[in-house]
């Protein structure tokens, strides 16, 4: 079992950079693929970000490409969000999770897919 939790968030004006951090117990984390999701408001929750084992393979998200790196440091059990260029439509509630399977195409975008979540980080973002 993996129990996860998510660091960083804040208040940042528009324009501006946060780096999240998803840090993990237990020894297999390195066996699992991480997912970054976040949830606005009266919104569902949508992905972010997603790496598999090693950090190599990434998928982003449309909205965040070119803005968000996702990036992962085993011998830490901890995978970084770094949010570059934030926007306040970026502003929710950010959430890593945690599956033992990593896929083609849309596979890791679905929320069902993973097994463990943490209980998130609030980022705010002010125009």
């Known amino acids: 079992q993996v129990q996860l939790a998510e660091s960083g968030g804040g208040l940042v004006q528009a324009g501006g950079s946060l780096r999240l951090a998803c840090t993990a117990n237990g020894r297999t984390f390195r066996h699992y693929a991480i997912g970054w999701f976040r949830q606005a408001p009266g919104k569902e929750r949508e992905f972010v970000a997603g790496c598999n084992w090693s950090g190599r393979d990434t998928v982003y998200a449309d909205s965040v490409k070119g803005r968000f790196a996702i990036s992962r440091d085993n011998a830490k059990n901890t995978v970084y969000l770094q949010m570059n260029g934030l926007k306040p439509e970026d502003t929710a509630e950010y959430y890593c999770?945690?599956?033992?399977?990593?896929?083609?195409?849309?596979?890791?975008?679905?929320?069902?897919?993973?097994?463990?979540w943490g209980q998130g980080t609030q980022v705010t973002v002010s125009s």
């Open positions: 999770a945690a599956t033992g399977t990593y896929g083609t195409g849309t596979y890791n975008r679905q929320p069902k897919v993973y097994d463990y």
